[in-house]
C-alpha cells in the first residue's frame, strides 16, 4: 500500500530534551516536507526536500533540522524541544511539487513538549 | 512571497445546502499551481483537486466544483446538496513552478448538520 509513515503518532517530552520523529515513504516520491498544524493557523511548512541530500527552510525552521540521506526517509530532529513547539506534526511527499504534483500526508505526530 | 487567504474561519450549513468555499492567493509567479486538501474529524490530510495558473477551466466531479478566476486570484471551492460527511476542515493551498515552498491557508471548518 502506498503511504507515508510517521513515527511517534503521539509524544510527550520535556523542554531540552532531543527528540527525532521518523518519517518515511515507499512511493518513489523525490519531494518530501514537514509541516505543523495549530489551530487557527493551518499548516506552516517547517522545511522541504526536492530530492536526496537536498533541503531548504520553508517559513518556520527555528528550532528543528532535518536530513535527507536516503529518498525515502525525512526525519525531523528538534534539538532542545521547547513547548512553543507542541504542535500537530504532518510529513508530506510529492512525486514532483515543482511540477504541480499533488502531496501526500502522513498521520500526523502530536507533540507536547512540557 | 506567496500568501493564502481563506477567510471564512467555520462554516455551518444544514444537509442538502449548497455550500462555497473560498480561497484568495497572492504570487508574482506566473506558473503555479493551486490545490484543496480535505482534514475529516479523524485527522487525515486527503487531496481533492489540484488546478495549473494557465488553466482557468472550472471543474466539476460529482457534488463538487471549482472555480478559478486568475483576474481575482481565487480558486473557490462549492459542495452542491452538501452531506454529513462533506463535514471537515478544507485547505486551499499554493505552490510555485521550480520550487519547493508550499503555502497553506488557515483552513475553513465545515459543518454540516443532519
Known amino acids: 500500500e502506498a503511504q507515508v509513515t510517521q513515527n511517534p503518532r503521539y509524544l510527550i517530552t520535556v523542554t531540552g530534551k532531543k527528540l527525532t520523529v521518523t518519517c518515511s515513504q515507499n512511493?518513489?516520491?523525490?519531494?518530501m516536507s514537514w509541516y505543523r498544524q495549530d489551530p487557527g493557523l493551518g499548516l506552516r511548512q517547517i522545511y522541504y526536500?526536492?530530492?536526496?541530500?537536498?533541503?531548504d527552510k520553508g517559513d518556520v525552521p527555528e528550532g528543528y533540522k532535518v536530513s535527507r540521506k536516503e529518498k525515502r526517509n525525512f526525519p525531523l530532529i528538534l534539538e532542545s524541544p521547547s513547548p512553543n513547539q507542541t504542535s500537530l506534526y504532518f510529513c508530506?511527499?510529492?512525486?514532483?511539487?515543482?511540477?504541480?504534483?499533488?502531496?501526500?500526508f502522513g498521520p500526523g505526530t502530536r507533540l507536547t513538549v512540557l | 512571497a506567496q500568501k493564502v487567504t481563506q477567510a471564512q474561519t467555520e462554516i455551518s450549513v444544514v444537509e442538502k445546502e449548497d455550500v462555497t468555499l473560498d480561497c484568495v492567493y497572492e504570487t508574482r509567479d506566473t506558473t503555479y499551481y493551486l490545490f484543496w486538501y480535505k482534514q475529516p474529524p479523524s485527522g487525515e490530510l486527503v487531496f481533492l483537486i489540484r488546478r495549473n495558473s494557465f488553466d482557468e477551466q472550472n471543474e466539476i466531479s460529482g457534488r463538487y466544483s471549482w472555480n478559478f478566476q486568475k483576474s481575482t486570484s481565487s480558486f473557490n471551492f462549492t459542495i452542491t446538496a452538501s452531506q454529513v460527511v462533506d463535514s471537515a476542515v478544507y485547505f486551499c493551498?499554493?505552490?510555485?513552478?521550480?520550487?519547493?515552498?508550499?503555502?497553506f491557508g488557515d483552513g475553513t471548518t465545515l459543518t454540516v448538520k443532519p
Open positions: 512511493m518513489n516520491h523525490e519531494y
Open positions: 526536500s526536492m530530492n536526496v541530500e537536498v533541503t
Open positions: 508530506a511527499s510529492s512525486f514532483e511539487l515543482a511540477g504541480g504534483r499533488p502531496q501526500f
Open positions: 493551498a499554493l505552490s510555485e513552478a521550480h520550487a519547493g515552498k508550499s503555502t
